[in-house]
């Protein structure tokens, strides 16, 4: 379900009328994402 609900978002991201398919390399983005996300969230608190 994870996987599907990532290759949704890539598809909106993409514009109306699209679809993807789940690639490992989305799941890999999205964790750099995360990672990094978390890293500057106390910066952000302060």
Not at 7 to 23: D, I, K, P, Q
Request: glycine residues 4%.
């Amino acid at each position: 379900m994870l996987n599907a609900s990532i290759a949704l978002r890539e598809a909106e991201r993409g514009g109306r009328n699209r679809f993807r398919c789940f690639e490992a390399q989305m799941n890999a983005a999205l964790m750099r994402f995360m990672q990094t996300r978390e890293a500057l969230a106390p910066a952000l608190q302060q």
